[in-house]
């Protein structure tokens, strides 16, 4: 039987394994798309559909604003690919759809280290969890996203 620091040790083991596949999805990713520091990485986890539908109607303003060249959207299995090609009709945009299991492995990533200085993760729940903000009911969706996210 597993004594709790060998449990701890184990989680932390599976922990860096998955943020190293996620570190070489995204040299696949950069490689494959030819990210560059004037481009934007936006991640739309499954978690939020309100947030993230909203989120997807301020990203032309988002984009604009910051002056990227161009814009990458990764969802999980193409989630929101619908609504957004039909928000963002630009070539500047490029959607990636992953696996569940790389998008998590991306996420783990994130939450080890900020690999891209472009980068949005379009949640109130990952990687870290702000979700309270927004049920207080004094921060609107819209107001969290411009001003939480899109900054």
Do not use: H
């Not at 909203?54 to 604003?65: E, G, P, Q, T, V």
């Not at 049920?135 to 001003?147: A, C, H, P, R």
Request: with cysteine.
């Amino acid at each position: 039987m597993l004594n709790r620091s060998e449990i701890l040790c184990d989680n932390l083991t599976d922990s860096f394994l998955e943020a190293d596949r996620g570190r070489k999805v995204w040299i696949k990713m950069k490689e494959e798309y030819a990210i560059t520091s004037i481009d934007s990485l936006l991640i739309f986890p499954e978690d939020d559909p309100e947030l993230c539908i909203s989120a997807i109607n301020l990203l032309d303003k988002y984009i604009a604003k910051k002056k990227y060249s161009r814009a990458f959207v990764i969802c999980e299995n193409g989630l929101y690919q619908q609504e957004l090609q039909r928000y963002v009709k630009k070539t500047e945009y490029c959607f990636v759809p992953l696996s569940q299991e790389d998008f998590s492995c991306l996420l783990r990533y994130y939450r080890l280290v900020q690999f891209f200085a472009n980068i949005v993760v379009v949640s109130c729940n990952k990687p870290y969890g702000s979700r309270g903000l927004i049920e207080s009911g004094k921060v609107t969706v819209e107001d969290y996203i411009e001003n939480t996210l899109y900054v």
